[in-house]
């Protein structure tokens, strides 16, 4: 089993910024690829961005590019999302997931194994 646990989340006025984390656990945990996904109440979960422990290739969706920022650090098995520009649509609980696949970083919900509690981010316009 792996472990997921985010934090970071919190109020932030829009064009703000917020730094998210997952700290991963659990020792089955080696080296998946980890992303973080986001819900809106009343909305499907979707895919915000993801990084590849192999190989640092990461992948983001359109509506975060220039914006949102993954980041790694191998050692302490965390993965940090550091969001900047925040928009009101941006609101929403952001949950961490675990993905074992080790091709092309997945972009849908299918391709995670294992995900955190989440963690909500509003933004005040």
């Known amino acids: 089993q792996v472990q997921l646990v985010e934090s970071g989340g919190g109020l932030v006025q829009a064009g703000g910024s917020l730094r998210l984390s997952c700290a991963a656990s659990?020792?089955?945990?080696?080296?998946?690829?980890m992303g973080w996904f986001r819900q809106a109440p009343g909305k499907e979960r979707d895919f915000v961005v993801a990084i590849s422990w192999r190989d640092g290739s990461t992948r983001y969706a359109d509506s975060v590019k220039g914006r949102f920022t993954i980041s790694r650090d191998s050692a302490n098995n965390t993965v940090y999302m550091q969001m900047s520009s925040l928009k009101p649509e941006d609101a929403a609980v952001y949950y961490c997931?675990?993905?074992?696949?080790?091709?092309?970083?997945?972009?849908?919900?299918?391709?995670?194994?294992?995900w955190g509690q989440g963690t909500q981010v509003a933004v005040s316009s």
């Open positions: 997931a675990a993905s074992s696949w080790t091709g092309v970083v997945p972009n849908t919900t299918n391709g995670y194994d294992y």
């Open positions: 659990g020792r089955t945990f080696r080296g998946h690829t």
